[in-house]
Antibody
Framework: EVQLVESGGGLVQPGGSLRVSCAAS????????MSWVRRAPAKGLEWVSG????????YYADSVKGRFTISRDNSQNILYLQMNSLRAEDTAVYYC???????????????WGQGIPVTVSS | NFMLTQPHSVSESPGKTVTISCTRS????????VHWYQQRPGSSPTNVIY?????PSGVPDRFSGSIDSSSNSASLTISGLKTEDEADYYC???????????FGGGTKLSVL
């Protein structure tokens, strides 16, 4: 059974940093690309970042480029999102999601974690 | 870059059929696959349609998807509506120019 469990969320002041993690199990982690998707309060889903199975390619939404860094530890089956220079508009529930599909244009999110809240406020 | 536009909300009675549209702002809707997600209150999203008209295992055949190139839009149709279908629905497509993945703004479906 595929499981994705996020951790590390919480309250942080504007301009601060936070790292959220996603522990994966039930599938060959290093074989699959992974992603972070968020949902801000009273708003819709927003794709944040993605990373290939080996970690060699990383993708970012314009809204977080230069501030967020995605990474993965394939020896521990953990996905990370390092968030720096946080803003109020980064307040959201952050979901870890497993990609599926042959070839990048076919990638979609197959499994999702339960989500972890991140609040940016003074 | 393109945007995907969905109606903010739709409502229909149990047993009826509802269609949710997803219109691409620029470029052809057929140029990249469109997927659909359901998010019930308090739950994580789940995939209900992939690659425009394919159903993942376990999704009932009441859910169907299509593409209309004339209106440059994709549609999700849910027939035989049940109260459990009440949720937010999102379309998703890939933007090869960046690259990134673009969600529509979401549609709140009320079944009442």
């Amino acid at each position: 059974e595929v499981q994705l469990v996020e951790s590390g969320g919480g309250l942080v002041q504007p301009g601060g940093s936070l790292r959220v993690s996603c522990a994966a199990s039930g599938f060959p982690f290093s074989t699959y690309a992974m992603s972070w998707v968020r949902r801000a309060p009273a708003k819709g889903l927003e794709w944040v970042s993605g990373i290939t199975g080996g970690g060699g390619s990383k993708y970012y939404a314009d809204s977080v480029k230069g501030r967020f860094t995605i990474s993965r530890d394939n020896s521990q089956n953990i996905l990370y999102l390092q968030m720096n220079s946080l803003r109020a508009e980064d307040t959201a529930v952050y979901y870890c999601a497993k990609y599926v599909g042959s070839g990048t244009p076919r990638w979609r999110f197959e499994y999702w974690g339960q989500g972890i809240p991140v609040t940016v406020s003074s | 870059n393109f945007m995907l536009t969905q109606p903010h909300s739709v409502s229909e009675s149990p047993g009826k059929t509802v269609t949710i549209s997803c219109t691409r702002s620029s470029g052809s809707i057929a140029s990249n696959y469109v997927h659909w997600y359901q998010q019930r209150p308090g739950s994580s999203p789940t995939n209900v349609i992939y690659e425009a008209n394919q159903r993942p295992s376990g999704v009932p055949d009441r859910f169907s998807g299509s593409i209309d190139s004339s209106s440059n839009s994709a549609s999700l149709t849910i027939s035989g509506l049940k109260t459990e279908d009440e949720a937010d629905y999102y379309c998703l497509s890939y933007d090869s120019s960046n690259p990134n993945w673009v969600f529509g703004g979401g549609t709140k479906l009320s079944v009442l």
